[in-house]
């Protein structure tokens, strides 16, 4: 469940000391908190809100019932010791399309800390309290026709500059399509279609929301230094990462993750990006 958290203190993901995972969602029934607990190898989940039901029978999902990793064939002896390390890694889905774009849209060519600060902003100025006894301070996901409403100077006390804003409101307009696409694929076209979302958008968001274990960040600032070092020991770019994961097709994603867990980035070449304050501009 770990890729659908965004950052230290988000609002819809928390994890208490007792080990239990508590997120929440803006499910097609409505608002709902879901708590995931692992216990002598038994996954346990309980759910409030409206859509406590739908939480529940998504459950399996979440935590990739429906990914099948056989298909994978290392070809390189990093991604072979890191698939037998974490044997049980699995690429689950959402199902929500909204809820994985917007935070995928806010870290559009930003820092990482950049993006999760307006994340956690907006979701405590515009979502609902998380239904029944979660963490203090969670929040549900703001519904399309609220991202469609926040002013512009809400955005900017965010952190968000125009160009973002404009890109997820617009795409507040089309939730309905998005979040009915049969697959991932017409999700891709659907996604790209809209003014603002391209190829790094559109895999970020289709990775969580339908468990696309193909879908490559091609344009990730990270993502090209971390599989080239790991493969073939170079520094690479996005046709040369492509290259060294073709022979992974249908699993790309997959091994990105993998790579994630326990391959080497090259040594570092100055000082790492420092996070803006837009709102100070």
Not at 251 to 270: F, I, K, N, Q, T
Request: charge should be positive; proline fraction near 8%; aromatic fraction near 8%.
């Amino acid at each position: 469940m770990a890729p659908h958290r965004r950052g230290v203190g988000d609002p819809a993901w928390r994890m208490t000391p007792d080990g239990a995972v508590w997120r929440t969602s803006r499910t097609p029934d409505g608002p709902g908190t879901l708590r995931v607990s692992l216990r002598h190898g038994r996954v346990s989940g309980a759910a409030w809100g409206p859509g406590a039901g739908w939480l529940l029978e998504t459950l399996p999902a979440l935590l990739g019932a429906d990914d099948d990793p056989e298909g994978l064939v290392p070809a390189h002896e990093v991604v072979r010791v890191a698939a037998g390390r974490h044997a049980g890694l699995r690429i689950g889905r959402t199902f929500r399309v909204l809820e994985a774009l917007v935070p995928a849209v806010l870290e559009q060519k930003v820092v990482t800390a950049e993006a999760w600060r307006a994340w956690r902003w907006l979701l405590r100025r515009y979502g609902e309290p998380a239904p029944g006894p979660a963490p203090e301070g969670m929040r549900v996901f703001p519904a399309p026709e609220v991202w469609r409403s926040i002013p512009s100077w809400d955005w900017h006390r965010a952190g968000a500059e125009a160009v973002r804003a404009r890109t997820i409101a617009n795409a507040a307009w089309h939730a309905a399509k998005l979040e009915a696409a049969s697959g991932s694929a017409e999700a891709d076209r659907l996604l790209r279609a809209l003014p603002g979302v391209g190829v790094w958008t559109s895999a970020e968001v289709r990775q969580r929301s339908h468990g696309d274990a193909d879908a490559v960040s091609v344009g990730d600032f990270h993502l090209p230094s971390l599989v080239g070092w790991s493969l073939a020991r170079e520094r690479t770019d996005d046709a040369g990462m492509l290259r060294l994961l073709a022979p992974y097709r249908g699993h790309r994603h997959r091994v990105s993750r993998l790579l994630a867990l326990c391959g080497e980035r090259p040594p570092a070449r100055g000082p790492r990006l420092a996070a803006r304050d837009f709102r100070s501009f």
